[in-house]
Nanobody, 118 residues
């Protein structure tokens, strides 16, 4: 089945940048919409960036203009470029794969910790 392996998390100072990676395996990459979610301590998991319709990407208002999602189909990897990081971006970030055909189903990575602190 689908497996998602995340990497790239860590500690970064406010205003810094970080790029998260999520490697996809176990199925046909093109059949899945890939997105990023995050969960801060004591809060619900929230959408960070995910495909909406067509070529449109849905970003959380709090990250618009700072975060960019991209995917490399040859490498079956999705990225989240995070710039101008703020302390409130501190969370566990999860890669998500949403099956686009057949019964809808979501797959999740193990999560990678991002801590923004001076």
């Amino acid at each position: 089945q689908v497996q998602l392996v995340e990497s790239g998390g860590g500690l970064v100072q406010p205003g810094g940048s970080l790029r998260l990676s999520c490697a996809f395996s176990g199925s046909i990459f093109s059949m899945y919409a890939m997105g990023w979610y995050r969960q801060a301590p004591g809060k619900q998991r929230e959408l960070v960036a995910a495909p909406s319709s067509g070529a449109i990407t849905n970003y959380a208002d709090s990250v618009k203009g700072r975060f960019t999602i991209s995917r490399d189909n040859a490498e079956k990897t999705v990225y989240l470029q995070m710039n101008s990081l703020k302390p409130e971006d501190t969370a566990v970030y999860y890669c998500n794969a949403k099956k686009q055909y057949g019964p809808p189903r979501d797959y999740w990575g193990q999560g990678t910790q991002v801590t923004v602190s001076s």
